[in-house]
């Protein structure tokens, strides 16, 4: 007999194993969840373990859903069910079950970001009442970087999370970029983000913002110059890390298409955005 509930603090210790059973069956080139892994999301992405949910058959984790929480909205971050449970209607329970907290509790909004390529998951949201808002793309950029000359009159400094912030440069919290890029990500993760910009002698023109494992976290340009000066900056970051820079989950309201084409970027898959309103059923 099946049985569900939502989590508390303490069980930090229930969803990483439900996680490493109901998860990694579909991802086995992820490293194990680890309790110190998991406390990191709380950190970085805002999960909230009472909007986590775990399905059991007798006392076996058979399913389990990974919310995050903030002023904005909900993110299904994971949701997975055994491969020996599937099609039974435990994901659609648990989707319903969150559904009907939040309607009372919220907030309302609920979004899910799902690879293109996990039929099954798109299937399960599209089926769940569910509206594709957005398709995201994942973009690399790869081969040998190129010097880049800089602009005459401008400067190429370090640039920190914070020094954007005091500059007024982060944007909005409800700018359209992924969960995991957004502003309170780039905020709590500070420290591991460094980045490069174009400065005048009266304002930071461009900037961009990487971690040291080739992930872009940010690309802004205050002038519209065809992205000639983020080109620069993107020289820069190549040459400082020696490798392949990806960019993942690009929202088209963050930039377009052509623009991250003339950067040099090529698309490597996507993600599809979900969302929908709280209600209790």
């Given at each position: 007999m099946s049985a569900y509930r939502f989590c508390r603090t303490d069980d930090i210790g229930l969803l990483v194993d439900a996680l490493n059973r109901c998860w990694s069956p579909y991802f086995p080139d992820e490293p194990p969840m680890t309790p110190a892994a998991f406390k990191r999301s709380i950190r970085d992405l805002q999960v909230w373990c009472s909007s986590c949910m775990v399905a059991f058959s007798g006392s076996d984790p058979i399913g389990?859903?990974?919310?995050?929480?903030?002023p904005s909205g909900t993110?299904?971050?994971k949701i997975a069910v055994h491969p020996d449970h599937r099609r039974q209607g435990h994901g659609r329970h648990l989707l319903t079950s969150l559904s009907s907290k939040l309607a009372i509790l919220g907030p309302p909004r609920i979004i899910a970001e799902v690879p293109e390529a996990l039929a099954?998951?798109?299937?399960?949201?599209?089926?769940?009442?569910?509206v594709e808002e957005a398709f995201l793309?994942?973009?690399?950029?790869?081969?040998p970087g190129t010097d880049v000359p800089a602009f005459e009159g401008f400067f190429t400094i370090p640039v920190t999370v914070d020094d954007l912030a005091a500059n007024g440069l982060l944007g909005e919290t409800d700018r359209q970029v992924c969960w995991e890029r957004s502003v309170e990500t780039l905020t709590v993760r500070k420290g591991d983000i460094a980045g490069f910009a174009v400065a005048s002698d009266e304002r930071i023109e461009a900037y961009v913002l990487y971690v040291n494992a080739g992930e872009i976290m940010a690309i802004q340009s205050l002038l519209d110059d065809d992205g000639a000066r983020v080109k620069q900056l993107l020289s820069r970051v190549r040459a400082h890390l020696k490798g392949s820079l990806r960019f993942p989950k690009v929202h088209p309201a963050e930039l377009s298409k052509a623009l991250l084409e003339t950067l040099g970027f090529?698309?490597?898959?996507?993600h599809?955005?979900?969302?929908a309103r709280a209600r209790a059923d």
């Open positions: 389990v859903l990974i919310g995050a929480k903030r993110l299904i971050h099954p998951a798109c299937e399960l949201f599209g089926g769940g009442g569910y793309t994942d973009y690399v950029l790869e081969g090529r698309p490597a898959g996507g599809v955005l979900y969302a």
